[in-house]
């Protein structure tokens, strides 16, 4: 059945005919207990109602001060950072997440009051992270030869790292972390294939807690200097209704096609991703409004959540934003900041303009048909509601792209303009309803209170999630990192395509358990750089950038990879569809995104590099949307019609050809790499027309 043309217009729940728990008031509350790790936990009541929004916005206060009123050298802003994250996840996670939990284990589990215990532990924690500030220049003349005190400290500071580590992300960043540090001292002792000379306890401690090689090190860095205020600017935005407007516009524009929802479903998500970074707070923002409608639309719950998956996972990796690995990976490759943008945007629209394809395929699958433009929001009367949640970005990008000012002064300045839109918006609104300028300025004031708190919440996973990245980092700075890269290049065998399905699939796996940054640091440190020398064994030049973001997609596809994706989950409990096969789905969709690292890793052009022309830049594009169209025909079975067994393995020749166009041409005898994506385009639109002349057989039902 269609959908209620109120439901578009108001982005409401379905209310006739639909069951009360597809509403997006419970499917908010569900999705957001799946997401709980990003949310917090605890819910503490009386004079402790209030600690935590103050930690959380003095938190993000401190972060706004640091580019205009505050001059910190680089280390007291990281130490103060890790001080604020540790401080909040004490403070929000009970040691133990179950709540149902009775007798002595049930005072480690209560959310209405943070213990004794956990206050003793966040002050400890806060003053462990700060230690290397009060004492920086007392460490730096005692480098190499600590003290006992110094020493104590460090060690509290690695425990109470990892514990919080653990309550906020898991166990497996922790397990990760125990195995390196258990590696490095103990390195000797293991058998001669993996031995390693091993490191004191001073020389650990030193590296990881006393300097900026370690726990302090790049992540925690740009997480403290940049990442932060993208974090805030975010959650400004969606507080001020930024996200609604982006849905609505998404609707307006698209749900008129064939299998609009879904569409709109991946432009909201698409355009909420420029600034959110987080795939489960996509999930979260958009999917209460865009699951219920894909699902009266026609789509079954498992497709409706599992495409809202897709398009929120791939929200990390559109520019300007990219979640918090893209500053990392500048850092890391000695970059600006633009340049990584450039380098990721036009994977990022060939991910999502695929996607947009696969609901198209699903729309012809499922026989579904096109809403009529009576039954949506008008497009300009839409637009023009919340054309003012465009300024804020307008001045980011021209902050970034014209001045070329750096990543923090352009969100900092964006985040000025959003505040001042913020203020405006709430006294029209108020002087509108005739409601006086007090109300309105208190509207505004409630507003952008919420979004400090809501910024310092948001990052006090990703602050503790690079800290404890950093601290396997430091354990790889210190000569393990050689001897683990030479342990994958002798399992690789010298072969660059074995090399990458491992690092695909150890992506896969670690990420499971880690959130996307952290996933992207420990495996980047490992082998982005085995990766970038074993390119000549394939006759290929491997720029860095390529390799730091071929990891970084693999990362960002573990979010939805099951048992244990968030950002199923969290769909799944909007949908009330099954976890499992949704992450499945999900997956299924997500596997265009996995063939991209490979093509720009074998057509570095891919990420605009050599391409000198727009005319180039065009071509390059259009190549790779036919290879990603084969590609995404070829695993749904569908194009214009049920794929014959032949016609499928023609669209994956297709998306081969262009996939490696220098050693195709070599295979094929073609004159260079161009004639070679000539050729699998021309093979892709063949068999286009081929089904659009062929007589149609009956649908196939998903």
């Not at 569409?263 to 707070?281: C, D, F, N, Q, R």
């Not at 996607?355 to 012809?364: K, N, P, Q, V, Y």
């Not at 730091?548 to 769909?571: E, K, N, R, S």
Request: proline share 6%.
């Amino acid at each position: 059945m269609p959908p209620n043309p109120d439901e578009i217009r108001g982005l409401k729940a379905p209310k006739d005919g639909a069951p009360a728990s597809d509403g997006p008031d419970e499917g908010l509350a569900s999705a957001q207990a799946a997401a709980a790790a990003d949310l917090g936990l605890r819910d503490p009541q009386g004079w402790q109602r209030g600690l935590i929004p103050v930690v959380a916005a003095a938190w993000s206060v401190f972060q706004l001060l640091l580019p205009w009123a505050i001059l910190l050298e680089t280390v007291y802003v990281r130490a103060v950072h890790l001080a604020f994250a540790m401080v909040l996840v004490y403070l929000c996670f009970p040691a133990i997440k179950k709540h149902d939990l009775k007798g002595r284990l049930g005072y480690f589990s209560r959310r209405e009051r943070i213990g004794p215990l956990d206050l003793v532990l966040a002050g400890l924690a806060g003053l462990a992270a700060l230690y290397i500030a009060l004492d920086h220049q007392g460490l730096a003349l005692r480098q190499g030869d600590p003290l006992t005190r110094d020493l104590v400290a460090g060690g509290v500071l690695v425990v109470l790292l990892l514990e919080a580590v653990r309550r906020s992300l898991g166990p497996a960043l922790v397990l990760v972390a125990i195995a390196f540090m258990i590696y490095a001292f103990g390195g000797p002792h293991m058998p001669d294939a993996i031995a390693f000379k091993g490191v004191s306890l001073s020389r650990f401690m030193g590296q990881e807690t006393m300097s900026t090689e370690g726990i302090y090190g790049i992540p925690l860095d740009v997480s403290a200097s940049i990442v932060f205020l993208f974090v805030l600017f975010g959650a400004m935005m969606d507080r001020a209704g930024g996200g609604r407007y982006f849905v609505r516009l998404a609707f307006s524009l698209l749900g008129s096609f064939k299998g609009g929802p879904a569409k709109a479903a991946v432009l909201a998500s698409g355009l909420t991703g420029l600034v959110s970074g987080s795939s489960i707070a996509n999930v979260v923002t958009t999917g209460t409004f865009t699951i219920p409608l894909m699902k009266s639309a026609g789509y079954p719950a498992k497709k409706a959540a599992a495409i809202e998956v897709a398009a929120s996972t791939d929200g990390q990796l559109m520019p300007p934003i990219m979640g918090a690995a893209a500053f990392i990976i500048a850092e890391y490759c000695n970059l600006e900041y633009m340049a990584v943008v450039k380098a990721a945007i036009l994977p990022a629209l060939l991910s999502y303009l695929t996607l947009f394809f696969i609901t198209h395929l699903e729309a012809g699958k499922l026989g579904l048909t096109s809403l009529p433009r009576n039954q949506l929001p008008p497009f300009w009367a839409t637009l023009r509601s919340g054309f003012h949640f465009l300024a804020p970005l307008a001045v980011l990008i021209y902050e970034l792209m014209v001045l070329r000012h750096s990543p923090a002064l352009a969100v900092f300045r964006a985040i000025v303009v959003l505040a001042g839109l913020i203020v405006a918006q709430s006294l029209w609104r108020a002087l509108r309803e005739g409601e006086g300028w007090g109300a309105g300025l208190r509207e505004a004031g409630a507003i952008l209170w919420q979004s400090l708190v809501a910024g310092g919440r948001n990052m006090m996973g990703i602050g503790v999630a690079v800290a404890g990245a950093g601290l396997i980092v430091g354990v790889v700075n210190m000569g393990l990192g050689g001897l683990i890269t030479e342990i994958v290049e002798l399992m690789a065998g010298d072969s660059l395509y074995l090399l990458l399905a491992l690092t695909a699939l150890a992506c896969l796996l670690m990420g499971m358990g880690l959130p996307t940054t952290a996933t992207y640091i420990v495996m980047a440190s490992l082998m982005a750089v085995v990766i970038v020398e074993l390119g000549p064994s394939a006759g290929l030049v491997v720029p860095l950038i390529a390799a730091h973001l071929f990891v970084f997609y693999f990362g960002i596809l573990a979010d939805d990879t099951p048992p244990v994706g968030l950002a199923a989950y969290a769909a799944s409990a909007i949908a009330r569809s099954n976890p499992i096969p949704t992450g499945l789905q999900s997956f299924t969709y997500d596997l265009r995104t996995a063939i991209l690292p490979f093509m720009f890793i074998f057509n570095t052009r891919l990420l605009l590099i050599g391409v000198d022309s727009w005319w180039m830049g065009l071509w390059v594009g259009l190549s790779g949307v036919a290879a990603m169209f084969a590609f995404a025909a070829a695993t749904q079975g569908y194009l214009r019609q049920p794929n014959r067994w032949w016609e499928g393995l023609l669209l994956l020749a297709a998306a081969a050809v262009i996939l490696q166009p220098g050693a195709s041409a070599r295979f094929l005898g073609l004159p260079g790499a161009e004639a070679s994506q000539a050729v699998g385009t021309a093979l892709f639109v063949l068999v286009w027309l081929g089904q659009k002349w062929r007589p149609r057989g009956r649908q196939a039902v998903a």
